[in-house]
């Protein structure tokens, strides 16, 4: 079974600094991609970035960036120059593309919060 | 917008009483799901459907059943709704010839269970 762990419940980043989120999962496969999520308070789902596992290059998305170490199995998300609206619960996500049967495995999320 | 409904919104009901929410999408995609989000367990897996009367089990599904009997429409039941599934559920669509493996979210479905 796939697994996502988030170790970090709660986080806590100065607006315009740098903040980063990280992720491990752990599966045998090798067809899979990630994704981080965003949700702010209105409850919405946000998909931030995704990254599929075959391309060795990092996903960027403007301020939003990723560090992704296929060996280790880790997918860690940067956050540029943080604006308040980054305020928010972030999840990573898993998902096997192999086959005919897909669903997302969800991390249990950190909680940004950007101060002002 | 990925043309996603789901209903009721808020729901509170009574232990032992059955409960169904709705889940409606406007767009024909093969693949639905049902998770339920709860603090500290991030969103959790509890059916999903790969098409008109097909379903798989997710993680947390005992004490939950699903039915999709046409493809806009999938449906999450409690046949007799407990205080543990207490909770906000998301309804959520794969788009068929959308970015591999991304999923588009309603706006969630808070159940509350007295």
């Known amino acids: 079974a796939q697994t996502v762990t988030q170790s970090q419940p709660e986080m806590s980043v100065q607006e315009a600094e740098t903040v980063t989120l990280s992720c491990t999962y752990d599966?045998?496969?090798?067809?899979?991609?990630l994704f981080w999520y965003k949700q702010p308070p209105s409850r919405q789902m946000i998909l931030v970035i995704r990254q599929e596992a075959y391309k060795q290059q990092n996903a960027t998305e403007n301020r939003f960036s990723v560090n992704f170490q296929k060996a280790a199995k880790s997918f860690s998300l940067k956050i540029s120059d943080s604006q308040l609206g980054d305020t928010a619960m972030y999840f990573c996500?898993?998902?096997?593309?192999?086959?005919?049967?897909?669903?997302?495995?969800f991390g249990s999320g950190t909680r940004l919060q950007v101060q002002p | 917008d990925a043309g996603i409904t789901q209903s009721p919104r808020h729901k509170v009901t009574e232990t032992g009483t059955p409960v169904t929410l709705r889940c409606h999408q406007t767009e024909n995609h093969r693949y639905m799901y049902w998770y339920r989000q709860d603090p500290g367990h991030g969103l959790r897996l509890i059916h999903y459907?790969?098409?008109?009367?097909?379903?798989d089990k997710g993680e947390v599904s005992d004490g939950y059943s699903v039915s999709r009997s046409k493809t806009e429409d999938f449906l999450l039941t409690l046949e007799s709704a407990t205080s543990s599934q207490t909770s906000v559920y998301f309804c959520?669509?794969?788009?068929?010839?959308?970015?591999?493996?991304?999923?588009?979210f309603g706006e969630g479905s808070r159940l509350t269970v007295l």
């Open positions: 996500a898993f998902i096997h593309m192999d086959t005919g049967r897909r669903a997302l495995t």
């Open positions: 599966t045998s496969e090798s067809n899979y991609y």
């Open positions: 959520a669509i794969m788009r068929t010839g959308g970015p591999d493996g991304e999923l588009f």
């Open positions: 459907s790969y098409g008109v009367k097909d379903t």
